[in-house]
C-alpha cells in the first residue's frame, strides 16, 4: 500500500476502524508516528517518537464502522522533517493489549510557508 501523504504545516488525520467487537471495551488508546530513517524500510529499535497523535472516537455512519479518529495539528506538522514515516496504535482491551499494523506516511514540504 502507498503511503499516505500529507504537507508539513498540515493537519495529519487518519481513521482507525474498530473492524471486530465491541469499541467500547478499549479503555485506553494510544499512537505515535517516527520517523523512517532514508534507505531503511522500517523504524530502528529506540527510535524517538516525531510525534504524538491525539485520539477521538467516531461513531458508526452508514458502512463506515465506529473507530477513532488520530490527529496530528498544523503546528506539530509544520515541526515535521519531510520523510518517511512509520505510525501504529496501541489499545487495551479488556486488559490486554493490541498494537495495530504500522501504517506509512509521507510528509512532504510544502510550498506555503
Do not use: N
Not at 496530528?72 to 487495551?92: C, E, F, N, R
Not at 504500522?102 to 510528509?107: G, H
Request: proline residues 12%.
Amino acid at each position: 500500500m502507498p503511503p499516505f501523504q500529507f504537507q508539513r504545516g498540515e493537519t495529519v488525520s487518519l481513521a482507525l476502524d474498530a473492524v471486530t467487537g465491541d469499541p467500547l471495551t478499549v479503555t485506553a488508546i494510544g499512537a505515535v508516528m517516527k520517523a523512517v530513517p532514508p534507505g531503511r524500510t522500517g523504524v530502528p529499535d529506540g527510535a524517538p517518537v516525531a510525534a504524538t497523535f491525539s485520539v477521538s472516537p467516531r461513531a458508526a455512519v452508514g458502512e463506515i464502522p465506529a473507530g477513532w479518529t488520530l490527529t496530528i495539528d498544523a503546528a506539530t506538522s509544520a515541526m515535521l522533517a519531510p520523510g518517511a514515516y512509520l505510525a501504529d496504535a496501541k489499545l487495551v482491551v479488556a486488559g490486554g493489549v493490541i498494537v495495530t499494523e504500522p501504517v506509512a506516511l509521507r510528509i512532504k514540504p510544502s510550498v506555503t510557508p
